[in-house]
Nanobody
Framework: QVQLVESGGQLVQAGASLRLSCTAS????????LGWFRQAPGKDREFVGA????????VYADSVQGRFTIARDAAKSTVYLQMTNVTSNDTAIYYC?????????????????WGQGTQVTVAS
């Protein structure tokens, strides 16, 4: 019943900006934290950032700090990952996930539901 659908992934040039979207259904959006993870070929899935459901501070991985921003739109049940100045190291499948936790949001095991992912490819 719960569904998370990512969109917005595409092929872009290094230095470009893009925005990924994750639309949730089947859950109480306002009571779920939304996180973003990514997985590059041959690598483990890694934490990107997360917005806690209680309006606390959004947390980001060091690798994207200052370049990526997460925003929530409760009216649309959508969370966005705004990406700027992307590099080839940002190439990955990006996943959104939901959890009722506000702690350990950087941990994969904390999340209850996952989207299918959207591919971001950065070409130089």
């Amino acid at each position: 019943q719960v569904q998370l659908v990512e969109s917005g992934g595409q092929l872009v040039q290094a230095g470009a900006s893009l925005r990924l979207s994750c639309t949730a259904s089947g859950l109480s959006f306002n009571w779920h934290s939304l996180g973003w993870f990514r997985q590059a070929p041959g690598k483990d899935r890694e934490f990107v950032g997360a917005a806690p459901w209680n309006g606390g501070n959004t947390v980001y991985a060091d690798s994207v700090q200052g370049r990526f921003t997460i925003a929530r739109d409760a009216a649309k049940s959508t969370v966005y990952l705004q990406m700027t100045n992307v590099t080839s190291n940002d190439t990955a499948i990006y996943y959104c996930a939901s959890t009722r936790n506000i702690v350990e949001m950087q941990t994969i095991s904390a999340y209850d539901y996952w989207g299918q992912g959207t591919q971001v490819t950065v070409a130089s």
